[in-house]
């Protein structure tokens, strides 16, 4: 029979058992000399992060007691004694008490969790709540974690860990509340607009921060951008507050909540047209000058938009869905109206994706052209995003629309959209 060895029981977060007390020595110094004590005994008073060497005096207002080091006996005594031979200072024993409130959340994890054990003390903070990924060791000592990073951290009110990976389509992750109360709605702020959402049920990935700039810093205040995958806004709203024109879509209901909640929040209503639908539909509708949107406010003063006679025109397309987002590059295909854009430069696509570490830029260019149906032309950028995990990175690719898609007309049953296609090429 297979050998199971037990796991050792989950700690229980037993805060008394960090009550430690030091036994120090301290000078009863008069109040009004503890500069001349502090620099006479440089080199031998307490040094310990957060504490303070000069403490109140129980004796009385006139004095104050002077620690000196942990490591201050015998020689270095005998020294200090020297010192002070002229000056008629006492020299007496301290005890310092020391408890869980003292003690770093490193230090403390370190002393509940087995030997060998990884401490835990890093994790994302998305407001006030604390996001962890655990290894699996880990996971019987959740809750006691949980519970430290929350004691230790005064900005965190919550503390969640993922559990398992982001499958569904809204990607969102699944996560249980380790610690803290179970209120996910939060606000963050990146660069200078705020956002405010529901960790449980919308995406949001603070480590995009970098890319939400990079790229919203990229576009010109007088350009029309259209965000097929917008979320709660991190595109939409800053590309707004440059000035742009922005047409946001999410299908997730409540990640289009939240967009018009953010709209509102950074008073860009008047830039920014949200949108719940299907992306590739809404790229059609915009083209094809069908598209309306209502917000999902019962508001009166909030009417439904429409998009201008002949379709939209527009500079930037953003497609943040890296998981799947080039499948959708088929959508503009035949979109355009010829004589429609005959003035009007042919939009820039941003589209990101993931990339295993040994695949190269061709290889994200191939399987772009690929779902696009065509060359994407010279006028293509690659740009590294981030590391995901050790075989897994993000990248964006963006370039001009080549006429040839754009205006392509669909012609024979040969023809079809890529995402009629089997997929080989993934
Ligand atoms: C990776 S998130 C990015 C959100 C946002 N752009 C950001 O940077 O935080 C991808 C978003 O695509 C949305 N989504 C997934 N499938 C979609 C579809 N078919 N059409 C429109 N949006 C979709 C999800 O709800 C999610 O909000």
Redesign the pocket.
């Known amino acids: 029979m297979a050998h199971v060895e037990a796991l050792p029981p989950a700690p229980v977060l037993q805060r008394d058992l960090f009550n430690e007390s030091l036994q120090l020595k301290a000078l009863r110094i008069p109040k009004k000399e503890c500069q001349k004590y502090m620099k006479l005994l440089a080199g031998y008073t307490f040094e310990k992060p957060r504490l303070r060497c000069i403490l109140p005096d129980a004796a009385g207002p006139e004095t104050r007691l002077l620690l000196l080091a942990e490591t201050v006996h015998g020689r270095e005594l005998e020294q200090i004694k020297e010192k002070l031979a002229e000056s008629n200072i006492p020299i007496i024993p301290y005890e310092l008490p020391l408890d869980y409130t003292y003690f770093p959340a490193d230090y403390i994890l370190k002393k509940l969790l087995p030997e060998g054990c990884e401490v835990p003390t890093s994790f994302e903070s998305v407001g006030h709540i604390a996001h962890l990924n655990l290894r699996d060791e880990l996971l019987p000592y959740k809750h006691v974690i949980g519970q430290v990073l929350l004691d230790k951290n005064s900005s965190i009110r919550t503390v969640v860990n993922k559990v398992g990976t982001i499958e569904n389509?809204?990607?969102v992750f699944k996560m249980e509340i380790l610690a803290g109360d179970s209120d996910l709605e939060t606000e963050v702020k990146q660069y200078k607009a705020r956002f405010r959402l529901n960790y449980g049920e919308?995406?949001?990935?603070s480590r995009?921060e970098q890319e939400?700039r990079r790229l919203t810093d990229s576009f010109r205040k007088d350009e029309v951008i259209v965000?097929?995958?917008?979320?709660?806004g991190?595109?939409a709203v800053p590309a707004a507050q440059r000035g742009c024109q922005v047409y946001a879509?999410?299908?997730?209901p409540r990640?289009h909540h939240y967009l018009d909640i953010n709209v509102k929040l950074n008073k860009v209503q008047g830039r920014v047209r949200t949108c719940c639908?299907?992306?590739?539909a809404?790229v059609q509708q915009l083209c094809r000058s069908k598209a309306s949107g209502t917000p999902c406010h019962d508001s009166p003063q909030e009417r439904e938009w429409e998009v201008p006679e002949g379709g939209l025109l527009f500079d930037h397309v953003?497609m943040?869905?890296?998981a799947s987002a080039v499948e959708f590059l088929d959508v503009f295909k035949g979109c355009f109206d010829e004589q429609r854009w005959q003035e009007h430069p042919l939009p820039t696509i941003h589209c990101y994706t993931f990339a295993k570490a040994d695949e190269c830029n061709a290889d994200i260019q191939r399987r772009a052209e690929g779902y696009l149906g065509g060359p994407v032309g010279d006028d293509v950028k690659i740009h590294l995003v981030r590391d995901v995990a050790p075989n897994k990175r993000m990248f964006c690719i963006s370039f001009r629309l080549p006429a040839a898609i754009a205006f392509h007309k669909h012609s024979d049953a040969t023809d079809e959209p890529a995402s009629k296609r089997t997929k080989t090429d993934q």
């Open positions: 389509e809204f990607r919308v995406y949001w990935n995009l939400h965000d097929m995958m917008a979320g709660i991190p595109f879509n999410d299908l997730n990640s639908m299907d992306a590739r809404f953003v943040n869905l890296p």
